[in-house]
Structures are given as structure tokens and as C-alpha cells.
């Protein structure tokens, strides 16, 4: 059975750092891309960031380039998302996301990777001012 599980997220003052993972188990993860989403309070899931499963290609939301870095250790099926330079509207569940099927991609011009088709059940991240 596949599986994402997100680690435990945190409480962070803005401008501090936070880094969370994600495991994923259940069949190999090397050819798939991973990613994370975000959904604040009240307001839709959006796309975060991506990596593609060999780690050679990574894509961001405008919102956080320069800010946060994803990566992944395929050797412990994990992805990361190193976020620096947190600000109050990072505030929200985090959601990593896996491309099972291989169908999905990049959309540059809505900065938006469509066709996760498995996702983890979110871990809180929460930024103060």
C-alpha cells in the first residue's frame, strides 16, 4: 500500500527556517515525481514546489522562489522542503504529493504542477509575526 507520511511541521517566527519531509513507502518512487502543496485556512491547495524523480529538475510557486528549496534522497524515498526566510502567510498544511502515474508536469505559465495523483495527509506549519 502506498504511503506518504509527512513529518511533524512546527511553529516558527518570521524570517526563522523550518525543513519538513516526507517518506514515502509502498513501491519505488525513483521514476516519480514528488512535490508538496500548501492550503491555508480558507483558501484553496496551491502548488508549493516539485522535483522530478531523478532530482535533475525542480519547479517552484512564484510565492516561494528564492525561499524554498526542495530535494530528495531516493536512497530513503524521501523528499524535503527546506523553507528559509518564513513569513506569516507560509502559514499552512503542508502536502506532500506523489505523481504515481507519470502524467503530470509543469505548467510555467500558471507556475502549477497538475497531475499529483497520491497525497500525504499534511503536516502544520505555522509562522508568527
Known amino acids: 500500500q502506498v504511503q506518504l507520511v509527512e513529518s511533524v511541521g512546527g511553529s516558527v517566527q518570521a524570517g526563522g527556517s523550518l525543513r519538513i519531509s516526507c517518506v514515502a513507502s509502498?513501491?519505488?518512487?525513483?521514476?516519480?515525481?514528488l512535490g508538496w502543496f500548501r492550503q491555508a485556512p480558507e483558501k484553496d491547495r496551491e502548488f508549493v514546489a516539485a522535483i522530478t524523480g531523478s532530482g535533475g529538475s525542480t519547479y517552484y510557486a512564484d510565492s516561494v522562489k528564492g525561499r524554498f528549496t526542495i530535494s530528495r534522497d531516493n536512497a530513503k524515498n524521501t523528499v524535503y522542503l527546506q523553507m528559509n526566510s518564513l513569513k506569516p502567510e507560509d502559514t499552512a498544511v503542508y502536502y506532500c504529493?506523489?505523481?504515481?502515474?507519470?502524467?503530470?508536469?509543469?505548467?510555467?505559465?500558471?507556475?502549477?504542477?497538475?497531475?499529483?495523483?497520491?497525497w500525504g495527509k499534511g503536516t502544520l506549519v505555522t509562522v508568527s509575526s
Open positions: 509502498g513501491r519505488t518512487f525513483n521514476d516519480c515525481a
Open positions: 504529493a506523489a505523481d504515481l502515474q507519470g502524467y503530470g508536469g509543469f505548467d510555467a505559465e500558471t507556475s502549477y504542477y497538475y497531475g499529483m495523483d497520491y
